[in-house]
């Protein structure tokens, strides 16, 4: 083991232990230095001051044992202490002139480096600046026990403008030498974090492919539904939305989904809920009993229980049977309404949801209500998902001059006007409207949802 990691475990890093490595850095680092300046105060001073220097030196191996031991805060005080004092007490016994109270001024800097909070710090700072003064006062008013002539007192003052300054580079030495580890150190978590970076997104964009896949054939929606568009675009790579469609002979099941969450949660709980419904327009015919058999299969699937540790992931679901013959709707929803805009008129009515989610803490024999709506040819209905509205505007003005405001919610409020104001394009070119209004609207904003918007014309 490094005799710098004195005191620390194995796992334990230099980012969050670095005040521990340079303590005792410091503390193996200060016998050589003064073995360094021994001579040299024996040149200029003879041998007075040898005992005195050899009893610091002493004093430098107790907070090693302190280190050893995690007494850290401990030993960071007793060697600021013992420091400071060393040089206050040999002020104080030589009298002024010989300048020691320069050394204190890299040792304060060395104190306030060792603790990490302000409260510390600023303590640090208080200690420092009370030895510094102690030190000036007794050295101007108080009687020197040891003489020494001027002479000597040049020498101690060289001496010690000389240990302020070794010290000043070490400390400068040691910031250039511990930022070279941390740049070491962040290189090697930047490369982990890129490569880590990479498998999960080359995971979760095979998961896009498989989503994809199990999302229903757009040609094949319009094909049955030649008038429609289904505009999707998810927040992330993989949606908490999706959209269901089912043919049976002259009519169809279509739905907009919105799953808890989005992003990767939200993937997997719509994977759940495709499943459900799959299974359900299979089994029934009605929209009310596919409704209440998926929000069953999600709570038995998901073990939603009702009890504390059970998940609370659920489903808003806006679902129609459409015979298109007829133009006969039957529409069943959970948090999701249906408007529709009759032909020719300037109006968006609206037909309210149950309010009451699939799964989560829905009742397991939950019923949704049913309505059964005749349209003419031309009128046109949108299920949609709650993305599109909660928008926020990324930009003050659009492309068409029109005022938006930044920071501000699309709301179902201008959603409903965006539709009447493009009543008499076809469904593929209100798609396009919609599509570019939106990133418009957006701009260099972060999208908030998963966005779904299904508009079916008859």
Known sequence: MKLSRIGLKEEEGILEFREVILLNKVLIVSPVILFIFMPIEIILNGFAVVPLELAFLGVLLFPLLLQKYRLFWAARLYILIASHGFMTVAGILVGKGINNHVAMIPVMLFGIILFKKTRDKLFVFCLSASFYFTLLYF??????????????????????????????FLLGYYFLNINKEYEKIIMAQKDHLIEKNKEITDSINYAKRIQQAKLPD?????????????L?????????????????????????????GHGVPGALMSMVASEQLNDAVRQHSAVE?????????????????????STRDGMDIALCKIDLPTRRV??????????????????????????????????????????QLQFEQGDTIYIFTDGYADQFSGNDVGRNGSSFGQGKKLTTKKFRELLLANQKLS????????????????????????????????
């Open 289 to 309: 009993e596919i409704l209440a058999m998926v929000n069953k299969g999600i709570k038995i699937s998901l073990r939603q229980t009702g009890s504390a540790d």
């Open 139 to 168: 050295q101007k008013h108080a009687t020197p026990v040891v003489e020494i002539n001027d002479e000597n007192r040049a020498n101690f003052s060289v001496v010690f403008y000389m240990l302020s300054l070794f010290l000043t």
């Open 218 to 230: 757009k040609n094949e929606i319009s094909a049955f539904l030649k008038e429609s568009f289904i």
């Open 427 to 458: 469904m593929k070119e209100q798609e396009t409207v919609l599509n570019k209004f939106m990133d418009d609207w957006k701009g260099t904003s972060e999208q908030v949802d998963d966005i779904l918007v299904i508009g079916i014309r008859f």
């Open 232 to 260: 999707f675009k998810p927040k992330d790579i993989v949606s908490g939305d999706f959209y269901f469609f089912h043919k049976k002979e002259n009519f169809c099941f279509i739905a907009a989904a919105d799953c808890t």
């Open 330 to 371: 039957s529409y069943s929803a959970a948090n999701r309404p249906l408007w529709f805009i009759k032909k020719g008129q300037t109006t968006v009515e609206e037909i309210k949801a149950t309010k009451k989610a699939i799964g989560g803490f829905t009742d397991e024999e939950q019923q949704f209500e049913t309505h």
